[in-house]
Every structure is written in C-alpha cells, then in structure tokens.
C-alpha cells in the first residue's frame, strides 16, 4: 500500500475544515500553530498540490482538499471506536449488560434503542439479558445486574442516577362505574374496590405501597394478573379497578370500552430513572449503552412534545 499521508494529516484537514485557521486548529490538536503550519506545508509537498485556499489567516479547503475531508470524515471516527474497542478489551469489559426493570414502556422501547445503539456504536460488544428479578436495588448491589430501570430509588450504595421518563398515571373502570364521570379518583375510594395489580405484596408494588397503603387506605380486597393485558381485561369485566399508566390502555379508553379518571385530584405521575453502579462510570459498555439509553429518552420526550406543541398551535 503506497500512500503519502499519515493519520495525522487527516485531523489537520479534519480540523481545518471546522476552525478555517490554524491558530484555532492548534489548540484543538495540542500542536503549536508553526508546526501545524509545517505539517500543511508537507502535505502539499508530498501530494504534489494545494489543498487551500489563503486568504490572510484564513484557509478554505479546496476541491482537493474536500475529497481529502470526507476521506477523514469516514476513517477517523472509525479509528477511535476501534482505539475504544481495544481500551475494552485490555480490560477485560467486553460482554453483556444484565438489566431489570418493572416497566413495560422500558420494553417496548428496547427492540427500537438496541437496532439503533448497534448501528451507531457496531464495534461495542454488547449482548443485553433481561432479568426481572423483583428486587433490582439489592440484585445491582449484588452484580446479579448492571442496569435497574425503577421509579423508586432509596441505596445505601454508590449508585449514578439517570431520569429516562414519566408517565401519568390513572384509575381504569368499567363503563358503568359509579365514578365513571368523576374529576378524579380519591384515594379513600379503593377501601370499597378490589383493586386489580402486577403484585399485592407492598414491597413490590409502587401504587399500592406509595399511593393508597401511605394514606392510611386499605383496599377491599386485591387481586394479582401479571399481564397487563389481563388486567386491562377483568376490569373491563366489571371485576375491579386498576390503576394503570395511561398510555398502556389509551386504545381501550378511546374506543369506550374502559373509563378512567386521574387518580387524586391533582393527578399521579411516575418517574423512572436509569440506575447503575458508580464504579461502572468508567467508560465501559454499561456506561456507553445507558448513556445512549437516557438520550434515546431525550430525544423522544422532544418529539412528544414537538407534537403536542403543533397539535395545540393546529
């Protein structure tokens, strides 16, 4: 392979093409302006042609110079996943990322946020595994996971916390409920229903233990369907209610098929945060993927909210 520039070089015309100057240039590639200026001056030298155009201090690529950038535009981001890549594997941090979470959003989010982490970062070894243990907080601490995605975050353990979203919670009823037309759902009302729930164990129940046991109310009686669609189900059946995030039965509420209300009367909203271990902000695959993970989140908060922006302006 005969070529007559090195690595080098191309962040020159890299940085080139950002700052137009090689004063601005030489901070950014810790050299001094004189031997960025020597640098270009071989360049040319080498190749045999100009890659600038001078005007005073300023330089501007010419054609020549443009095909040089988008060779340095593809090869130099690859070089650093590559240097990334091998800084992982010197320490024995390639594999997979074992996470737990009691949000169904989280999920059908995944398959998206995993297609589209691969595509960005392809060299990252990364093999995600789904555990759904019901005490994540202790199951991080442990390492028997790397990631939680909870609501509720109480450690006795360096921890780093990442908000990822919120959701409104309401109270889902059947058509004929009683309090189908009310403003709200009070709490003191679940002392004359059957509560319908993921889990009746407090400890691993949000609402229950948070929201209605923390008020003093007990439920009439609770009955336990891990499937949200099997809640959605025996409340449109008249057998309970259930207090759900609204999106999960948005489709049901619209086509009259539920009732809902908010849940107290200035409504319930549930935060969820991306937790991992502090000794895992180290650079590696935990930290990249969750990274990625809470600006995924970002980025879809920011679409919501274009939209309803535009919907309120239509």
Known sequence: MNTKLELKHYRLIEAMSRFGSLASCASELFL??????????????????????????????????????????????EVERAEQDC???????AGRVVISTESPRFFRRLPEI???????????????????????VTSLRNHAIDLAIISTVFVEFPVH??????????????????????????IQAFADENLITYATDPENNYVLREIILAHGVTPKSLTQIEV??????????????????????????DAGQLQSCP????????????????????????????????????????????????????
């Open 228 to 253: 949200t669609e099997g809640i959605v189900e025996l409340v449109k059946g008249g057998h309970g209610v259930a207090v759900m995030a609204e999106w999960t039965c948005r489709n049901e509420i």
């Open 161 to 186: 916390i990442q908000p990822l979203y919120e959701e409104d919670w309401i109270v889902i009823m059947p058509t004929d409920h009683p309090m189908r037309n009310a403003g709200y759902f009070p």
């Open 263 to 314: 849940l107290t009367e200035i409504g319930t909203r549930r935060s969820w945060n991306a937790v991992t271990r502090a000794e895992d902000q180290d650079g590696g695959p935990i930290q990249i993927f969750t990274d990625y993970l809470v600006k995924s989140f970002e980025a879809l908060r920011s679409e919501q909210e274009a939209r309803a922006f535009t919907t309120t302006e239509i």
């Open 32 to 77: 001094t302006q004189s031997a960025l200026s020597h640098q270009l001056r071989e360049m040319e030298r080498r190749l045999g042609y100009r890659l600038v155009d001078r005007n005073g201090n300023v330089l501007s690529l010419n054609e020549a110079g443009l095909r040089l950038l988008r060779t340095a535009n593809a090869i130099l981001p």
């Open 87 to 93: 800084s992982l594997i010197a320490r024995g941090m």
């Open 114 to 136: 995993l297609t589209n982490f691969h595509n960005e970062f392809p060299s990252v070894p990364l093999n995600i595994a789904i555990n759904g243990n019901r005490k994540p």
